[in-house]
């Protein structure tokens, strides 16, 4: 970092570099882009930033991110109520939607477990998960976790947790074969999973 920028820019460039995927570098290219087009970049950030703090909300019954409470999914009542898919985080809640893949709600996470960072149930919203699916409305839960060691771990615990607490069907997504996928690009793994996965042409 220059020692001539000044506090407030080092101020900016350190807060930036916290942000996932950028680092050191690419924070002093984002400030120096925000500062160079202050009045079409930088004071509509700092706007969107400000009311952004001021009005969004978590949702106390999934999770989501919203400017309401009870989120605007989890009250649309065209929604099924009785189908809830269970993502990680927010951002897995946005890429459902944007396939329009599923008429459900939702249910975030907020993380997996994972015995070396110290993440236990305790510290993700699984009770939550449980209260939810034993509330008689419930026939499904659709673990849409990713394909990872502590995503599939995750997904067991859920599956053993809702068994015992829940009387609902506990499903998973597919995995495998990617549309527009060629084979010969993809890892084993998939490959693997793809071929476990067959069904009926």
């Known amino acids: 970092m220059a020692a001539s920028a000044g506090p407030e ?29 202050r009045e079409q970049l930088l004071t509509p950030l700092a706007d969107a930033l400000a ?13 989501s991110l919203d400017t ?15 189908l809830i898919c269970v993502v990680e985080e927010v951002g897995a809640l ?20 994972s015995a070396l960072d110290g993440v236990g149930p305790d510290a993700l919203r699984v009770n939550g998960l449980v209260a939810r699916a034993s509330d008689g409305e419930v026939r499904e839960v659709v ?14 615990y859920l599956a053993d947790r809702l068994g015992q607490g829940a009387n609902v069907s506990v499903t998973m997504l597919a995995r495998g074969v ?13 490959i693997a999973q793809a071929m476990r996965a067959r069904r009926p042409a």
């Open 9 to 37: 820019i080092e101020r900016l460039i350190s807060l930036l570099s916290k942000l996932p995927g950028l680092g050191p570098r690419s924070a002093r290219r984002a400030a120096l882009a925000l500062l160079k087009k």
């Open 51 to 63: 009311e952004a703090a001021a009005r969004v909300k978590v949702c106390t019954t999934c999770g």
């Open 143 to 156: 673990l849409a976790l990713p394909a990872t060691v502590d995503g599939q771990t995750t997904a067991h």
């Open 178 to 190: 990617p549309v527009g996928g060629e084979l010969d690009w993809l890892d084993d793994g998939t």
């Open 94 to 113: 946005w890429a459902m939607e944007r396939a329009s893949a599923f008429r459900g709600r939702y249910h975030v996470l907020g993380g997996l477990l």
């Open 68 to 82: 309401q409470d009870p989120c605007a999914i989890c009250a649309d009542r065209s929604r099924d109520g009785a």
